[in-house]
């Protein structure tokens, strides 16, 4: 509306020629509610461009503005400039209807129109039990891909399991060491070796099913049967923990499949005879300036090994192969100095680069009664994510590592996160769905008639509480739409929040259950929204909505 506007504006010479396209221009709900509903940047994205005041431009689009009665009530210029735009009650009721309809499909679009994405996500090192920073990852990356899903993209979700190199064989050499011990045998442990009392548990256990069997084992053959016993029980205990947490994933993949089947030396032969490899200093560099990095790349070193990053290629042109239209990783900030290598591997392999993104995650500092705790698996110093969901519960684990902007480090306040108060957020959200249900139950045994929100008089709702939830209640499709495209899972947090605390001051004002029938009857219909709203953006989460607590 405010485009077409703004070209009437133009077409009656009220404004100067406009640019085709216009450039982009944000409309969103402002800060302060008395400003309205939404607040448009329009006029002062296109005053520098067409040579005019702010709020000039703002003047001519408004008086060109022609929106229907039913949808916008008003507009007007603020400030240097700004749009505040008021929508009308009858297109917010609209939409409170539709809530009802749809019920659990209340925020699903069919943008994404069926295309396939793969997310792949967590994907730790099986080289110990998976740690608190795992866990923002698996939180940030499982929301993502329900997003996608409530946007209309077909998601597949997937581990990559780094089962070959050095850290798993620093492994296989912990567990050796301590399974010599345990049968009395002289054992060196590594100097590199992983220090938990995992790799104990995991030398008794095979020491349990295999008795003194190995001993009879040539050194290196009985170092790899450790290495395949102790990488499928660390498997096992990481799809254990993530399942604990609510995450299962679709396809688990083995890095060494790659190695095995020859993927990783034909990616190394087809650069090869495009001129993106050359060798200096003994080893194989991959040409990554050419695509936007910073320097070029190992990808086989000198000692005739391949780096991480010559999987990390045919790994990727290996999901394309699958059929998928959009590949969507989600990787720690230490991995940042990566993208740039493997973007420029595939584009150069023939794949557009846009298809292949990256969403970082920044660390996790966790916090105990204000100490911090310390996280390292070879000092076995470290907070595992299965006893952090003993500890706080998944629903407190999930909210808290999503809340938080992935791109920014963030404190994990277990003290917090036990608490049940207000102050905790998550507690404070299920409240409100819970307050809600109490109420609907109330209404069922007073004999209250479940309302028609198809036929409700919500023109009832008329207090400034009643428009401040209803407005918040329908903004839910918008609020997926732009967590999902802009993958910025917090957002949904941020909103569940902003709803429960609507909720909590209209309940503070306004009675639910009165003697006035169609006033009652409008009111449930609007609590009953917000109970759904509440529902399916936890649902999003991975949050349990509770109804009682």
């Known amino acids: 509306m405010l485009e077409d506007a703004a070209r009437r504006a133009a077409q009656a010479g009220a404004l100067p020629t406009l640019p085709d396209p216009l450039p982009a221009f944000e409309v969103e709900p402002p800060r302060d509610p008395r400003h309205g509903d939404y607040a448009a940047n329009i006029a002062l994205v296109l005053a520098p461009i067409l040579g005019r005041p702010p709020r000039t431009v703002g003047d001519a689009i408004v008086r060109n503005l022609r929106a229907p009665a039913d949808v916008l009530q008003g507009a007007t210029i603020a400030g240097p400039g700004f749009l505040n735009l008021r929508l ?85 050499r912990s567990v050796d060491a301590r399974y010599l011990e345990l049968l009395g045998r002289p054992a060196e442990f590594p100097a590199d070796g992983y220090q938990g009392d995992y790799v104990r548990e995991i030398a008794r256990r095979i020491q349990e099913t295999d008795g003194a069997g190995l001993l009879e084992l040539e050194p290196a053959q009985r170092l790899a049967r450790i290495e395949e016993l102790s990488l499928r029980m660390m498997q096992d205990e990481i799809r254990s923990t993530l399942e604990a947490f609510g995450i299962v994933f679709d396809v688990w993949f083995s890095e060494r499949t790659l190695h095995e089947s020859g993927a990783v030396q034909r990616c190394i032969e087809e650069l090869r005879r495009r001129d993106l490899l050359y060798e200096q200093d003994g080893a194989l560099w991959f040409r990554a300036t050419r695509f936007g990095d910073d320097k070029d790349r190992v990808i086989v070193r000198s000692d005739g090994r391949p780096t991480y990053f010559a999987a990390d290629i045919p790994y990727h042109l290996n999901k394309y192969a699958r059929g998928f239209d959009h590949l969507i990783d989600v990787w720690g900030m230490d991995h940042v100095g990566d993208v740039a290598r493997l973007r420029g591997a595939l584009e150069a392999l023939g794949h557009d680069p846009s298809t292949f993104e990256v969403v970082l995650y920044q660390h996790v500092r966790l916090r105990n009664e204000g100490e911090a705790v310390r996280m390292s698996k070879r000092s076995g110093e470290f907070v595992t994510l299965r006893e952090l969901v003993d500890a706080v519960g998944r629903d407190a684990a999930r909210f808290f590592f999503v809340a938080t902007n992935p791109a920014v480090p963030m404190d994990f306040d277990l003290a917090l996160a036990r608490r049940q108060s207000a102050e905790n957020p998550v507690y404070y959200v299920q ?113 349990a909505a509770v109804e009682r607590m």
């Not at 925020?107 to 795992?134: F, I, K, M």
């Not at 891909?145 to 077909?154: D, H």
């Not at 109330?442 to 209250?448: D, F, S, Y």
């Not at 009652?520 to 989460?541: E, I, K, Q, S, W």
């Open 431 to 543: 409240y409100a769905h819970a307050r809600i249900c109490s109420i609907l139950r109330e209404a069922q045994r007073l004999g209250v008639p479940q309302p028609d929100a198809e036929r409700a008089d919500l023109t009832l709702l008329r207090t400034p509480e009643e428009w401040a939830l209803a407005r918040r209640v329908v903004a839910l499709p918008e609020v997926v739409h732009a967590a999902g495209v802009r993958r910025e899972p917090q957002r949904l947090c941020a909103y569940a929040r902003e709803l429960a605390e609507t909720f909590h001051v209209f309940y503070g004002q306004c009675r639910v259950l009165t003697e006035d029938r169609d006033l009652t009857a409008a009111r449930l219909v609007l609590v009953d929204a917000a109970r759904r709203v509440l529902r399916n953006t936890l649902d999003l989460l991975g949050v």
């Open 88 to 172: 009308a009650p009858a297109f917010v009721h609209r939409w409170l209807r539709s809530v009802h309809a749809e019920d659990r499909r209340f925020g699903h679009t069919d943008l994404g129109g069926g295309r396939r994405v793969l997310v792949e996500y967590v994907s730790a090192n099986p080289t110990g039990p998976l740690h608190v920073g795992a866990g923002r990852n698996g939180a940030v990356g499982e929301t993502v891909a329900r997003l996608l899903e409530a946007l209309g993209y077909r998601v597949s979700r997937e581990y990559y399991v780094n089962d070959c190199g050095a850290q798993v064989e620093t492994l296989a």
